[in-house]
């Protein structure tokens, strides 16, 4: 199960940390990813993360703002958000699989949280 928290309402320049944390025993063996959906379009790829941590890809949309990383101790994946902007509004979801691959396939959702972006 995947359960993602931090999300609310920001100013436009404003930075910004989600969390998902994991429970069960493979977290350490499953790559992460954030994705982000606003209402009428879809689902959008955000971020992935190794199992280990060591390999990350990011959205072109996204890169020098946003960053992802995972902490295998707390079983918590991290979606840093900086430089906020308007079109950043929408629910974040993050998602695992058991395979780091391009394009990301998960097998496994969050229930999303909540970011708005005020300018």
Known sequence: QLVES???LVQAGDSLRLSCAASGRTFSTRAMAWY???PGREREFVALISSTGGGSDTAESVQ???SISRDNVKSTAYLEMNSLKP???AVYYCASSRYYSTPFNPDSWGQ???VTVSS
């Open 112 to 114: 999303g949280t909540q």
């Open 6 to 8: 931090g999300g609310r």
């Open 87 to 89: 079109e950043d509004t």
């Open 64 to 66: 020098g703002r946003f």
């Open 36 to 38: 982000r959906q606003v």
